[in-house]
């Protein structure tokens, strides 16, 4: 293969297609919503970032001010968190818009992440979200099959293919240089997003150190890899197809199977195929499981009334009064403990359902590069399911450390003969309260995330090297005419 | 005449792959959505069924303790199912249509979400509603875009006017086939799910069909007025997929954003926190207050006294009141919002048919966010009327047995929205009017 060959066809069309007067125009609107989705992005993201840091830190200060008081009504005072976003979310919203905002994190008891940005929305909400990956993965895809479709077609309907093969050039040649061609006029588009997405990295820092740089990297390369399989595809189609009515079809068709009824469809029978426990179930298997267990709510809890026993007797004590820590603690550091680990096996079971379901769009990643680019995407967005489960078992994580130092308070300083949590009898001082450490959120590490998506990224390695044996080998049985 | 266009209509390639893919997706669709329905009912039954038991363990657990059975004691109210949601699934796979509550501060526990994948949530559904909206648009855009022009490309157009009828009859023969097919095609999905799906047929399904259908007829008469704009096949092929993508992809999803971005529901955030601190405080402040605030709103209760030292239940019930009561402001600002969102999505979605079939389909199937937020105002009545039965027996220390549990079963929530005919059907209509005039006035001199 000639290399001067192949860059003087792929800058006959990039010079042909950049002054046809269709692609100015398509480029101007392209570049002003992007610009418009971007500011307007990063507007909602600082202006929740600042809600969410507002309630936060308002939610702490109710926290801190609360007075002396018995530790257990601290325990249910409990905190809220607030979920903070991803700073690249502003590229790839993701899940975002589904995933809950705010947890209360208290004792006993695990709550729901609530007030998810849909459930406070209209049905609108469901024709998608608006950020610039959704520009990079359906509607560019849309305009490099319109720019390239007749890249080849066009040559044969005019009858120059002909002459340019006469004169010398093999298919390969022509191949290769409309694929490059064609790229570069999507490179046109993609590069100002890409720039978008770069100044994000650059500008916010200061909220995470979650190697947003590195990620940023990694996103540009994914992106630029599956616009190259898009163009080869896009050329590949048009040096097939009889006419360039056939060729724009052909891809057409191929966005709306691949872009749009392929993922709806995987997702949804994944669903069917592993459907996941009501939450009504979901809450009975815990409580089943508490009742073989034990429950220590139950004053005549069998297994709580002998580890009762039994503690009576390493003390060498008749009553639970006579015991040197307050038994209530501890009956509730042990309850604590105990539906803990409960709740974190069947979260865990509902989790690896979620999984199966998602296991059908997962692995259909190889077959389709539109979902490999979404998984990867979000995934180093910060905005994937993996992201949020892991959002999740940190609060509760937190959850279940704030409510046992609540019961290890009451088991030092509260007496044996308090009876209730009321009045300023059994107290104890509120610097406890603010020694606790706030919340802190970190975002699944890079590495954690990579080894979601290795499948995805494979996945490109596999359809680039596809794509060129395709333009090498099947391109000598072209036919010209 | 109409045996040979039929023909030429069967033999192309395009129909029986359209019909193929929508009749796969459509069966996919129905069961989707019938699923969603089992399993929305299964939970209502097993709720149904819960209730009665955990009603039995804990009066047993805390026979003498009235004051703290009610603490642990639970209610369901439910917002039934329809079967016509599995249509149109809407909001209703985002929010919780159980919801199972204490008597104690109500604005803790009603916003608790259901266990949903959300990458499902994501990705959304694939309901019949989306197939119509989403799909039937592309399938009357593949048929239609070449009618004219196709004739045109081949020179077969010029035989036809040679004919000597009327070559505006003869495309509008054309045109009623492939409406006729659409229609047909529509008709056997929705005759499935009303037999799959064992939807009555009332009005509400009846709406559903004709607002399906006037959209149809929407596209369609896009299509005539492009397609009589008399440009090439090509031409016509983008800007009608460049009016879908437009219609059902774009503008959507900036409304949706400008809406969001418009009216954000931060209140959500202060009205959490601050139920929560309203009635924790009350632990550490005047008694006497408290109680003030307790009797004012209800002074039915003065009656019942505070006594003067240590734990009381008609103590401990004020301060879960006063949760709800000292974030009423909040709540009803957060309310507020959502009711601008809704209102201004309706307005906007007037003007644009994909937006406005989406919206009342899920108005009429009982699954839009209205519906839900009905749904949440009336658990507040419901909690309020449990509540106002429990205080008095709480604060008298009644036995648990005295009172007759048989009663408390799960409750269902009765729907009282009103689907707006006007508002939902003229504008489309109207739409569909003009582009049709439009077209043939244009056209006059040619089919003349």
Redesign the interface.
Known sequence: MRINLVILICKQFFKKTFFSKGLFVLLTLFLIVLTYITVNGWYTFEEHHHVVEHHQGKERQSWEANPDKHPHRMAHFGSFVFRIQHPLSIFDSGIESYTGNAIFLEAHKQHTANFSEASLSTGLMRFGDLNIAILLQLVLPLIIFFIGYASITSEKENGTLKVIYIQGTSIKEVLFGKTLGLFLIAALFFIPALIALWSISFIETHTVNSALVLRALLISISYVLFFFILCCITVIISGKSENSNKSLLTLLGGWLLFFIIIPKTAQVVGNSIYPNVSKIEFKANIENEVLKQGDSHDPNDPQFNKLRDSILKANNVSDTKDLPFNYGGFLMSKGEAQTAKIYANQHNKLIKTYQKQNSITNSLVLFNPYLAIKNISMGLSGTDFNTYTNFLVQTEKYRYMQSQYMNDLQMKYISNEAKSSEGKVHIVKSDYWKSIPKFNYEFVSLSKTLKHQILALLSFSIWLAIMLIIMTKFSNHFKII | MYNLLIKQFFRSKTVWLAFG?IMV?GI?SI??GK?FVI?KE??IA??IE?QEEHIKRQVK?HENHIGLLLYYLKFSFINPVEPLSAISI??SD???H?Q?VKILNLE?QK????????????????DLS?LII?LFP?VIIALNFNVLSEEIEKGTWKMVTLQGISPFKFLIMKLGIRILFICLVLGVLFLLSKLILDIPFNTDFINIIIISYLYIFFWFSLCFFVILLRKS??TN??TL?ASW?LL??FL??????Y???KY???E???M??KQ??EY?KR??TDKKETMDKFYKHYPQFKKYKLQEE??SWLWYYAMQQMGDDESQHEKEDMYSK?KN??QL??QI?QFFP??QV??AM?TIAN???TNHVDFLNETTNFHEKIRLQFYPKIFENQKASAVNWEVYKPEFFISTANFSWIKNILPMTLITIVLIGFAVFRNFRYFN
């Open positions: 893919i997706l996919l069961g989707t699923q399993q299964e939970a097993k709720t819960k657990l809407g909001q985002l929010n919780s159980i199972n803790g916003y608790d979400t259901d266990l949903v994948n959300p990458m499902r949530l994501q990705v959304g559904n694939l989306f989403f592309l096949s090509n092929a983008i997929l993508l059902v992809v959507p999803v900036l409304v949706n954003n809406i969001i971005n954000p529901v931060d959500a955030f202060t959490t926190i929560r601190d924790h632990w550490d240590g734990f959502i969102r809704e999505s309706s979605a994909p937006l989406q919206l899920n699954t839009s966010l």
